[in-house]
């Protein structure tokens, strides 16, 4: 119980694929429990509630964040991205289509996790950060290429049960490629 005259809760606004959910959460409330319990969004997967899976990796200002570890009253006034917010309408992103096309899933119950991690493994290798796999991390030496076992290693906080790792990063790397050729 709080001492008299300290709240436990407060309203929040997150910003969630682009809209604004005003509501109420306990400070203790997950960032993932809110997504799911409280905004219906269930594509994000509660897997090991311990940060270790990746299961429920979302976007928080366009970096990965497990959302199982992040505070929902610290992600207020953050841009949210889920795996109901990556697609563009019926159009699927180069991402998700590369996963399609190449069974980068089998159960997929954590496709969604992966797809939001190999979301931010592109933008930190385009903006230039380096890995533990990265022989040349000079600043000059620009983003190293990203080889299968540069891919394996961003994408290691991220679990599957079913074993599609190969598929997952031949979805990864073809997803660089098509997403090269959409932003050239």
């Known amino acids: 119980m709080a001492p008299a005259g300290i709240s436990t809760s407060s309203s929040i606004t997150l910003h969630v694929n682009g809209e604004k959910y005003t509501l109420p959460v ?4 997950t960032l993932l429990d809110a997504l799911r319990e409280r905004l219906d969004l269930t594509g994000t997967k509660k897997g090991c509630d311990q940060g270790q899976c990746g299961a429920c990796t979302v ?17 207020e006034g953050r841009e949210i991205t889920t795996i109901e917010g990556v697609a563009d309408g019926d159009e699927l992103h180069p991402v998700q289509q590369a ?9 997929g119950y954590c496709t969604p996790g992966q797809i939001c991690s190999a979301l931010g493994v592109l933008q930190e290798h385009a903006d230039g950060w380096p890995s533990a796999a990265t022989e040349d991390v000079r600043p000059e030496a620009g983003p190293p290429p990203l080889t299968p076992e540069e891919i394996r290693e961003r994408m290691s906080g991220n679990l599957c049960r079913c074993g599609a790792y190969v598929s997952i990063v031949r979805a990864v790397a073809q997803a660089a490629e098509n997403t090269k050729e959409t932003v050239a």
Do not use: P, Y
């Open 26 to 29: 306990d400070h203790r409330t």
């Open 59 to 75: 976007l928080v200002d366009n970096r990965r964040a497990v959302s199982c570890l992040t505070l929902a009253v610290a992600a």
């Open 99 to 107: 996963f399609v096309e190449l069974d980068g899933f089998q159960c």
